[in-house]
């Protein structure tokens, strides 16, 4: 069974800083994906980022940024350069050789001014 | 743009009552989901969908069953709605395989149907 653990609930952040979100996770799969999803208030669950297990390479996306720690599965989520639209519930997932993903608690995420 | 819709927003149920939930996709996609959404505990998968009148149980179908007669809805229906079953639900689909592994895919999601039963 796989499993995604999102160890913090909340996080506030001011706008222009950089805030880090946590994630671990658990697959007995040799080959998987990991990926951060967004879903901002009384809006649509859009991507964020995504990485490939295989690829030692950390995956980016503009402000968006990962540390994929594979040994210690971790896949922690940079934001840099917070934006007030960066406010949103921020969920870790991952998908094994199935198309199913399974999804970590979620961590809210308030950018303040 | 790729679009998934949900039938409702909001509904509200009573006990006991059938209830349909609807999703359509606009991009021709192959496979389909649905979750539950509750806070606390992130999204759980209750059924999925790769093709056409195929389905598979997901983490937690019990008391949820669905239906895909085409390839762009895929329904999921309460049979007997209890008050456990009050939660956001959400449909997503995703694209078909393009050379990397189709778990690789991005999977859309629709707006959510909050429902509540009373």
């Known amino acids: 069974a796989q499993t995604v653990t999102q160890s913090q609930p909340e996080m506030s952040v001011q706008e222009a800083e950089t805030v880090t979100l946590s994630c671990t996770y658990d697959t007995s799969e040799n080959n998987y994906y990991l990926f951060w999803y967004k879903q901002p208030p009384s809006r649509q669950m859009i991507l964020v980022i995504r990485?490939?297990?295989?690829?030692?390479q950390n995956a980016t996306e503009n402000r968006f940024s990962v540390n994929f720690q594979k040994a210690a599965k971790s896949f922690s989520l940079k934001i840099s350069d917070s934006q007030l639209g960066d406010t949103a519930m921020y969920f870790c997932?991952?998908?094994?050789?199935?198309?199913?993903?399974?999804f970590g608690t979620g961590t809210r995420l308030q950018v303040t001014l | 743009d790729v679009k998934v819709t949900q039938s409702s927003r909001y509904l509200v149920k009573r006990t006991g009552e059938k209830v349909f939930l609807e999703c359509v996709q606009d991009m021709d996609h192959e496979n389909m989901f649905w979750y539950r959404q509750d806070p606390g505990l992130g999204l759980r998968l209750i059924y999925f969908?790769?093709?056409?009148?195929?389905?598979e149980k997901g983490d937690i179908p019990e008391g949820y069953s669905v239906s895909r007669e085409k390839k762009e809805r895929f329904s999921l229906i309460l049979e007997s709605a209890s008050t456990n079953q009050t939660s956001m639900y959400l449909c997503a689909s995703t694209p078909p395989t393009s050379g990397l592994s189709s778990s690789y895919n991005e999977q859309f999601f629709g707006p959510g149907t909050r429902l509540t039963v009373l």
């Open positions: 969908s790769y093709d056409v009148k195929m389905k």
């Open positions: 997932a991952l998908t094994g050789t199935a198309s199913k993903l399974t």
């Open positions: 990485q490939e297990a295989y690829k030692q």
